[in-house]
């Protein structure tokens, strides 16, 4: 029985999925029934290292989504359009959609998840976060049984490559991002990745599958790593952290009748050494959950490139190809009720915290006047707003300045920017907040 596929994009990831599909040998033994039957383009004088015919490329990708002889799309061409409007065609048509595509899900969910539940097909996105490594499926099912309390990843290795740089050479942000970008590790417009929207994209659909509910995206906060400064990466070595840009789900807490809210926020954050996340260095994506009963359960691995995407991505084929094995043998027919576990819910709106209601510790680095009374002055500013500190040390002098690095204790982030704000007004006690990062 032969599933008949077709390949929208054949740039890094559309080309790891098509070498998969042609060399089934040794893999699992559906790989054999799958067929690319079309492949949809840009361009078709561009050379591939792929061996097909020629018949089978085309730049015409509404022929392949409307093509009633393929079962399956695979969608990599990426960006929001026209890859929404092919998707929905492809459901709309009773193919099943595979794609790798974060923006397009973060922002799309539910107009595509309701197309697929009203036509019978899945949309299976396994590649769109943490590349090859399984989080989408583990999520949806292995660990469906717990309640999910956190999810916190390093899910965007440009970033990570950068800030594992910057922490081992000691390097500014702005020399490092110019070698990424030459070597291919940041793209030539690196927006996406450093001010922490891809990772915002991901950790949102993340959390919509664990906690069961739709996430409005331009709710997740996002900050990005282009603020952090070689001094903060040393301090934060001296004080035992590492940086790292963290993307974080949390479940508020709640008290009985009120509505659950949701942490959503994406930024810096100063890791403490020992913590499992703190030792995920270069491209390399790490995604820790904590559930009940199940505690804690971390997955590593490479969030990127082309033979892990395309890992994750005919893994989903395979799970559409076998469930589609099933009902042929089955001879099952009329609308496909589809399989719970499998589908993506996405029924109600899941409510997100405002930023300043968000609970975390800070690491604070002030540029003050070097006069007697400074640091009694920060202790002050802070305690008027109930934020209690774990440390406040003053560092290098210079010129008439000295640095002050604080490090508070679990704070609302609105008392916190209260604080701040008085602070910033002292101009004859503080000269600069030169870093302000929250702690993990
Ligand atoms: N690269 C990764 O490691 C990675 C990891 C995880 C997820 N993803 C996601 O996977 C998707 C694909 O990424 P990629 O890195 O493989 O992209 P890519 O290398 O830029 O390839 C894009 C492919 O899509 C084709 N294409 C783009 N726009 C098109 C259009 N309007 N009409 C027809 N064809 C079009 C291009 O055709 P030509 O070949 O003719 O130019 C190319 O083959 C994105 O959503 C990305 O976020 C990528």
Do not use: W
């Amino acid at each position: 029985m032969t599933f008949k596929v077709g390949l929208l994009g054949l740039g890094t990831v559309g080309s790891g999925t098509a070498k998969i599909l042609l060399d089934p040998a040794g893999r699992h033994p559906l790989v054999k029934e799958l067929e690319i039957a079309k492949i949809g383009v840009r361009s078709l004088d561009k050379p591939r290292d792929i061996d097909l015919p020629a018949t089978c490329f085309t730049t015409d990708l509404e022929a392949i989504v409307t093509d009633p002889d393929i079962d399956i799309i695979v969608e990599v061409i990426g960006g929001l359009e026209p890859a929404r409007t092919l998707m929905l065609k492809a459901i709309e048509n009773g193919k099943h959609v595979v794609t790798a595509n974060k923006a397009a899900v973060a922002l799309y969910s539910d107009e595509l998840f309701t197309a697929a539940e009203k036509a019978g097909v899945y949309v299976l996105l396994e590649a769109a976060v943490g590349g090859g490594i399984p989080v989408i499926e583990p999520l949806k099912q292995s660990l469906c049984s717990n309640k999910i309390n956190r999810i916190t990843g390093i899910i965007n290795g440009t970033t990570n490559y950068i800030l594992t740089r910057m922490k081992n050479e000691g390097g500014d942000f702005g020399d490092i991002l110019a070698d990424a970008q030459a070597l291919g590790y940041a793209e030539a417009d690196p927006t996406a990745d450093v001010d922490g929207l891809d990772a915002a994209d991901k950790i949102a659909i993340l959390a919509a599958l664990a906690y069961g509910g739709r996430v409005d995206r331009a709710q997740v906060h996002s900050e990005g790593i282009r603020t952090v400064a070689a001094a903060d990466i040393a301090y934060a070595d001296s004080l035992g952290f590492v940086i790292k840009l963290l993307a974080v789900a949390q479940r508020c807490e709640s008290q009985p009748g009120e509505t659950e809210k949701l942490e959503m926020r994406v930024h810096p954050t100063l890791v403490p050494n020992d913590h499992p996340l703190a030792s995920v260095n270069d491209v390399n994506n790490a995604i820790f959950v904590e559930g009940n009963p199940v505690g804690k359960v971390m997955f590593f691995g490479p969030g990127a490139g082309s033979g892990p995407t395309a890992s994750a991505v005919v893994a989903d084929v395979l799970n559409i190809a076998a469930l589609l094995q099933v009902e042929k043998g089955s001879n099952q027919t009329g609308t496909r009720s589809l399989d719970p576990l499998l589908a993506c819910s996405h029924q109600h709106e899941c409510q997100v915290a405002p930023i300043s209601e968000t609970v975390t510790r800070f690491y604070v680095r002030l540029i003050a006047n070097d006069q007697p009374g400074v640091i009694g002055f920060v202790g002050t500013c802070f305690g008027n707003h109930g934020v209690s500190l774990e440390s406040i040390v003053q560092t290098h002098r210079k010129d008439g300045s000295a640095e002050i690095a604080v490090v508070t204790h679990d704070v609302q982030e609105g008392k916190f920017r209260q604080a701040m704000d008085e602070l910033i007004a002292s101009k004859e006690q503080i000269n600069d907040v030169a870093a302000v990062i929250r702690v993990l």
